[in-house]
């Protein structure tokens, strides 16, 4: 980690603290939802699936605002204030209707913040030092995400099951969240990208993107159709016998793995190249849902929740490091948004498939249709690899 500049560290302890927030509350969301509010799970789908698709698909535009003003973080501010404002709603929520509302003011947040946040660490990073900056980002994302679930599990045995009141502990770490924003984010001076304010998805726009970019984008949005909620993961461990108590333990071990390997996986692609790296992530996500899929068994399920942990790990940092490799510099918000923008659309589409094909066919349907998504992928970057 020498020479990694202090905006990559700050901006990944940033992402710390919102995610023990986020994840504290996500843990134990989705029995709340079909649990104590009775949603089906094609509702929980939809939900998670809006949830998502609001968040990549609102970066198109932040991204584009930061490149037109050459700043970051005023948008960085806004996106986690808003992330911040949501977490007591979520407790305070007597209905699908008011979770999703919760969730929709959470996710416009994440999506202000987004590709700002990328581009920053794009911004202030060499590019010998991309993939590992993106990589320790995601690893300290995911120590958030493995202390947030954690810290549920011990508020559910202290005060006995009572899942809205464990829910008001999210509120402190998001405001340290944006105390560190304030205080601690420095970005480099930079003149504003563009003369004027354009639509980020105008001709002239995506034409400056080199065919590198589109390729890296198709792949991105076909593997976010094998990428459905999280949530069914939740639902998955529940299904096979686990205690309402201990569900956040399936995603602290999620996260886990996602912490051990982002990093390593990150700066070893700045050494290998990134494509065969993304492509073990897919391999892994496959064989994850293959695991899932197995009826009945909790030790299956906690396989393919550690494997998906390792997918997350070979996937999501690479992405956004190519994304990152392919973009023009004084555009490169921009890209990020547009990357997140199909990703967006893809992802709606593969909760709300992936919560009618539970409902309607059992839980391993879904699982299958997931591989089957991640092996097009995983296709469509071998044939870009060999041209």
């Not at 535009?61 to 806004?78: E, W």
């Not at 991309?130 to 679930?149: E, H, I, K, N, Y």
């Not at 890209?335 to 391993?364: E, K, Y």
Request: proline share 4%; glycine share 12%.
């Amino acid at each position: 980690m020498q020479g990694m500049p202090r905006t990559v560290w700050v901006l990944g302890l940033i992402s710390l603290f919102m995610d023990i927030s986020s994840e504290l509350v996500h843990g134990l969301l989705p029995v709340l939802l079909v649990g104590q509010l009775g949603a089906s799970m094609l509702s929980l789908g939809l939900i998670e699936g809006a949830a998502e698709a609001t968040a990549l698909i609102v970066k198109v535009f932040s991204g584009t605002l930061s490149d037109y003003f050459g700043k970051r973080k005023g948008l960085l501010l806004l996106g986690y204030g808003l992330g911040a404002l949501s977490k007591p709603l979520f407790p305070l929520a007597g209905s699908a209707q008011a979770i999703l509302s919760a969730r929709l003011l959470d996710r416009v947040g994440k999506g202000i913040r987004g590709a700002p946040r990328d581009a920053l660490v794009a911004d202030v990073t060499p590019p010998a030092l991309r993939g590992a900056a993106f990589g320790l980002r995601q690893s300290l994302d995911s120590v958030g995400a493995f202390v947030g679930p954690l810290l549920a599990v011990g508020l559910m045995l202290l005060f006995s099951d009572n899942i809205q009141t464990v829910m008001w502990f999210a509120v402190l770490p998001a405001l340290i969240a944006v105390a560190l924003i304030v205080f601690g984010v420095h970005e480099p001076d930079k003149a504003a990208g563009h003369s004027r304010l354009r639509s980020p998805i105008s001709r002239a726009s995506l034409r400056s993107f080199p065919q590198a970019f589109w390729k890296v984008t198709l792949i991105g949005a076909v593997f976010t159709l094998a990428r459905f909620s999280e949530a069914f993961l939740v639902i998955r461990a529940q299904q096979a016998g686990m205690a309402v108590t201990w569900l956040p333990l399936v995603m602290v071990l999620l996260a886990l793995f996602y912490l051990l390997s982002a990093y390593p996986v990150g700066k070893y692609s700045d050494r290998v190249g990134r494509n065969g790296l993304l492509a073990c992530g897919l391999l892994l996500l496959i064989l994850a849902d293959l695991a899932l899929a197995v009826q009945g068994s909790l030790l299956w399920v906690l396989l393919g929740v550690a494997l998906w942990g390792l997918h997350l790990g070979f996937s999501q940092g690479i992405l956004a490091a190519m994304v990152a490799d392919s973009a023009p510099a004084e555009l490169r918000g921009t890209a990020f948004g547009v990357f997140n923008l199909l990703s967006g659309v893809a992802m709606l589409l593969a909760s709300g498939l992936a919560g009618w094909l539970w409902q309607s066919f059992g839980a391993a349907s879904c699982f299958y249709a997931g591989a089957g998504f991640a092996g097009l992928a995983w296709c469509l970057l071998v044939a870009a690899r060999q041209r």
